[in-house]
């Protein structure tokens, strides 16, 4: 969360303008509208704007890698201007969550957010009102996001579907596991004799560890070799 910073005039503003194609880029139809929008606001409560920061061809989907609008922000955090003005909310973020916490960042370092589609100003009791809300929406949209994940995670394993990274490690240490523990090993002792011998772990180690041993007996790699081991007795 941003810090406590001086804050600036409210009537001090910077705007943020983005859009999206390359065609909107081309033509300014896109940019002209939202800049029209912004103008006529700030003519109309005599604002002072200070400058227009605009992402030309850039996605609203999150808020990060926009070079304009973290111009914008730091121009509002670091006191230069008390308030950041958009024409249109989806301008400015399609992400719930992130809008939310510019919300919440207006709010902790005491400067403006105006959007104008949504008549969204924090700085009036309704647009302390709707941030409260729209914090709320985004810790629901959170829970949901993780409980999701949580049950596609489940139903994937009641599926017999084995999550993690698949085994890279090659037939023959494989081979060379199963000949281990059907010569009654403990995972200890063949743990040793491969790192002994410089065999590189799954994920590219040096050393194994019993339990790294286990996890390969586990993997669906090490089951489908012993099938394979088994056909080719049974066909001799």
């Known amino acids: 969360m941003a810090k406590k910073s001086k804050v600036a005039d409210p009537g001090v503003v910077v705007a943020y303008t983005r859009v999206s194609t390359g065609d909107q880029v081309a033509s300014g139809a896109g940019l002209d509208s939202q800049q029209d929008s912004i103008g006529a606001e700030v003519s109309r409560r005599g604002w002072t704007l200070l400058e227009t920061y605009t992402d030309a061809g ?18 509002v955090e670091s006191g230069q201007a ?16 992130d809008f939310a916490e510019l919300m919440a960042r207006a709010q902790c370092s005491g400067w403006n957010l105006v959007a104008l589609d949504l008549g969204i100003d924090v700085s009036t009791p309704a647009g302390e009102f709707l941030a409260s809300v729209m914090a709320s929406a985004a810790q629901w949209e959170r829970r949901i ?14 599926a017999g579907v084995r999550l993690g990274r698949p ?11 199963a000949h281990g523990r059907s010569s009654g090993r403990s995972l200890r002792a063949i743990a040793a004799d491969l790192t002994a011998a410089g065999v590189p772990t ?7 560890s019993g339990s790294s041993v286990q996890a390969i007996i586990a993997s669906q790699a090490f089951a489908d070799r012993l099938r394979t081991d088994r056909g080719t007795a049974a066909r001799l």
């Open 145 to 158: 996001i993780g409980q999701r994940t949580k049950d596609a995670l489940a139903a994937k394993k009641a």
């Open 82 to 97: 008390g308030t950041l003005v958009v024409a249109k909310l989806d301008r400015l973020s399609r992400s719930l969550l």
């Open 58 to 75: 850039v996605s609203g989907k999150s808020i990060a890698n926009r070079p304009a609008l973290a111009e914008a922000l730091e121009a």
């Open 202 to 208: 799954a994920r590219g180690g040096t050393a194994w």
């Open 167 to 177: 085994s890279v490690v090659p037939a023959g240490v494989l081979d060379r596991i």
